[in-house]
């Protein structure tokens, strides 16, 4: 039985699907121009008003995870080319790549390629995001000012395991792009900040011990 927080949507070639655990409303599904989604129509997306090949570029475009979608040709989505986090602007972590998140269900399909990851400490459904920065008045304009050793290859898999009641331990090839898109930092192996107190955010510098930050 498929979960009732996710919603599917028949096409002819291809079907959408949209996952209401990890959705963050970020727009960028119902702002994309074309027919396919259209806010306030039932159903409000409609595989078979684009072409095979736009539904996907659109549905790649979530950065959440939330929207995914089954090719009837058998043609599954493809990781990037290389593993990125945007550290955003009061925001969450915006990660793309080859994703191997510890603890993810295996029905969410969209996190093994895309997520938003909670670095203000309060998201109900941590490690993702769920839009509690919002409330809770989180600010960090996401600059980054280390460098990282550097990478020697792109891409494979970026392992992301959040630690109990401490941050998140990421290793594999990695570029972190501060909110302003610059490339601020390259390498294999860092520590996140997902309780929102670093001094050194987006790394962690140990205060999750300090504010008594729980990841449950």
């Known amino acids: 039985m498929s979960d009732p927080k996710v919603t599917e949507y028949p096409g002819g070639e ?10 963050i409303h970020i ?10 989604f259209v806010g306030g129509r039932d159903p409000w997306c409609v595989p078979d008003t684009s072409t095979k090949a736009e539904v996907r570029e659109i549905v790649e475009r979530c950065p959440s995870g939330a929207l995914t979608y089954r090719d009837k040709d058998g043609t599954p ?11 955003s602007y009061d925001g969450p972590l ?21 997520a938003a990851l909670c670095r203000c400490g309060q998201s109900a ?24 050793p550097g990478l020697e290859n792109q891409g494979g898999e970026l392992r ?11 290793n594999g090839n990695l570029t972190i792009q501060a909110a302003s898109g610059r490339v601020a930092w390259e ?15 987006p790394f962690c510098d140990g205060s999750h011990k300090d504010v008594g930050f729980r990841s449950d």
Do not use: Y
């Open 14 to 23: 291809i079907d959408v699907s949209w996952d209401g655990r990890l959705c």
């Open 27 to 36: 727009g960028e599904c119902g702002n994309a121009a074309g027919e396919l």
């Open 77 to 87: 989505e493809a990781a990037p080319a290389d593993n990125r986090v945007l550290v």
């Open 94 to 114: 915006f990660v793309k790549g080859e994703l191997a998140i510890e603890g993810a269900p295996e029905d969410m399909p969209g996190v093994r390629f895309r």
């Open 125 to 148: 459904n941590k490690p993702f995001c769920d839009n509690s920065h919002l409330k809770a008045g989180f600010q960090d304009f996401g600059s980054v000012g280390e460098r990282g």
């Open 160 to 170: 992301v395991k959040p630690l109990t009641d401490g941050p998140l331990l990421v």
């Open 187 to 201: 390498g294999t192996q860092a520590a996140l900040c997902r309780c929102g107190a670093s001094k050194n955010k």
